[in-house]
């Protein structure tokens, strides 16, 4: 199994910057994808953006392309998203979650979840 732990969310004012981490644990990730996903209250679970761990290819949801970066350390078997010029539509739950394999976009094919973290962006 995986373990996934988040952290790096807050408060910050529209058009500030946010890096949220999420650690992961008990296997390494050769072949996963790691995805962060995000739910604001009375909506639905959204991608946001993943990578795949060999190679570190990226995709990213059109509503963050170009201000949020998905990066990974490998040493520290660590994701990060950057992001950058943040909108107050941005404020959610935020969640890294991964899969064995798929590059998926989906929230159902991702196998593993943390437990979440809490962007808030202000106007």
């Known amino acids: 199994q995986v373990q996934l732990v988040e952290s790096g969310g807050g408060l910050v004012q529209a058009g500030g910057s946010l890096r949220l981490s999420c650690a992961a644990s008990g296997r390494t990730l050769s072949g996963y994808t790691i995805g962060w996903f995000r739910q604001a209250p009375g909506k639905e679970r959204e991608f946001v953006a993943y990578?795949?761990?060999?190679?570190?290819?990226?995709s990213y949801a059109n509503s963050v392309k170009g201000r949020f970066t998905i990066s990974r350390d490998n040493a520290k078997n660590t994701v990060y998203l950057q992001m950058n010029s943040l909108k107050p539509e941005d404020t959610a739950v935020y969640y890294c979650?991964?899969?064995?394999?798929?590059?998926?976009?989906?929230?159902?094919?991702?196998?593993?979840w943390g437990q979440g973290t809490q962007v808030t962006v202000s106007s």
């Open positions: 979650a991964a899969d064995d394999g798929g590059r998926s976009t989906i929230p159902n094919r991702y196998d593993y």
């Open positions: 990578i795949f761990w060999f190679g570190g290819g990226t």
